[in-house]
């Protein structure tokens, strides 16, 4: 997969709601060695939008975990769930208004978990700026692939109101 123009502060610096879906057809790139790279476009991402969203961190508060989410947007927020898998967040919008747009698939892999197992995601990612790091980033291409909404997925805590919001984004699968 060729390269493309990364993608900079001004992407990421924008509502979620139009971050998430723009993200899909983009190109994840991460670094797997001194002069070697992986690309995979994404395939499926999910918003959460601040501190009234049921569903985001942030509507319990600011706290260590959660403290990347208030910078400005480009930058990356990842946590560990069910004691085995770390999720990928890419943060959106202006500082103090804590939004990130989850990375639930790419090329190949479908599920955040297997996303973060196969690129090797871990804790230090953590506040990684997209826009200039040297190990992961965003390229932007000419596909503008068909997307589909659909609730988010795992988040029934968060009551019928927010698990029913259309802010899961995803490719539509040719038959």
Known sequence: MAAG???NYNFFMRDVLKVAP???GKILVIRTGKNAFRRYMITETEAYRGSEDEACHASKGRTARTEVMYHEG?????YFVYGMYWMLNFVAGEKNDPQAALIRGIEGFIG?????KALKIDKSYYDEDLTTSKRIWVEDTEIRP?????PRIGINYAGDIWKNKPWRFFIIKNS
């Open 112 to 116: 955040p978990g297997r996303v973060t």
């Open 146 to 150: 068909d997307i589909k909404t659909g």
């Open 5 to 7: 123009k990364r993608l």
């Open 22 to 24: 723009e993200l899909i």
């Open 74 to 78: 480009g930058k990356i927020y990842v």
